[in-house]
C-alpha cells in the first residue's frame, strides 16, 4: 500500500468538505478520482501531503498512512513530505520570472 487513508473527514470552518473517506491507493498504479465540481476532490487530495491546512480554519481528523507513516504525525517534516507527494495543479499562479 502506498497510501491508506482512513475515516478521512476535512472541515473549512464549520463546513465538512471531505466526509469519511476510506481508501487504499497502491504503488505503481493510475488512480483517478471522479465527481462533480465542488465535491471536494480537490480537498482530498491536498489533504494527501497537508497543503490544504495552509488555509485558514481547516481540521482534519482520520489519518492517512504513506508507506506506514501517519502523515498527520507531528513528527513528520511537511517539506519532506511534499517532496514525496507532489501535486500538478489545474491552474498555476506564479509570477511572471517563472513564466
Ligand atoms: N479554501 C477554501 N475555503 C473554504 N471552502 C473551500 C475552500 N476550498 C474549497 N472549499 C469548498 O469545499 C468544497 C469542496 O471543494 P473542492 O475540494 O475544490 O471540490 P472539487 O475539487 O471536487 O471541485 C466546496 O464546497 C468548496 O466551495
Ligand atoms: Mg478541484
Redesign the pocket.
Known amino acids: 500500500m502506498a497510501l491508506r487513508i482512513k475515516n478521512l473527514n476535512f472541515y473549512?470552518?464549520r463546513?465538512k468538505?471531505?466526509e469519511d473517506v476510506s481508501m487504499d491507493i497502491m504503488p505503481n498504479e493510475v488512480t483517478a478520482i471522479i465527481?462533480?465540481?465542488?465535491?471536494?476532490?480537490?480537498?482530498?487530495l491536498?489533504a494527501l501531503n497537508r497543503i490544504s491546512e495552509l488555509?485558514d480554519n481547516t481540521r482534519v481528523e482520520g489519518s492517512v498512512d504513506f508507506f506506514g507513516q501517519n502523515i498527520y504525525d507531528p513528527q513528520v517534516n511537511l517539506n519532506r513530505l511534499r517532496r514525496q507527494i507532489g501535486m500538478v495543479f489545474q491552474n498555476q499562479s506564479l509570477p511572471d520570472e517563472y513564466l
Open positions: 473549512y470552518g463546513r468538505a471531505v465527481g462533480p465540481s465542488g465535491c471536494g476532490k480537490s480537498t482530498f491536498k488555509d
